[in-house]
């Protein structure tokens, strides 16, 4: 018999490795209780590094899709245009 967790798990990801920690909505969904949980810790520092250096990072990561084929999310984030003509996307 295992011990009893309040702990969970999907796949090999536990609570603790991941980058939000409210995904059961069990605290303060705003933003208040997310900057309190240290959810945003260093996000400032991450966009300074610029669009490129994100996309690289994804890249590298080898993050795909969840649609069938799994394209590589850091290759779709690449398509994106440099200079925005103004409108959204």
């Known amino acids: 018999v295992r011990p009893f967790s309040t702990e969970r798990t999907y796949g090999n990801l536990a609570d603790s490795d991941r980058i939000f920690t409210n995904l059961y909505n069990e605290g303060d969904a705003f933003i208040k209780g997310a900057l309190k949980r ?3 810790y260093r996000t400032k520092d991450l966009v300074l590094k610029g669009p490129d250096w994100i996309v690289d990072q994804i890249k590298k990561s080898g ?3 969840r649609g069938g084929a799994g394209f590589p999310s850091g ?3 690449s398509f994106m245009p440099k200079v925005s003509d103004g409108r959204p996307h």
Do not use: I, Q, Y
Request: glycine residues 22%; positive net charge.
């Open 38 to 40: 240290g959810d945003w």
């Open 63 to 65: 993050l795909r899709g």
């Open 75 to 77: 290759l779709k984030w």
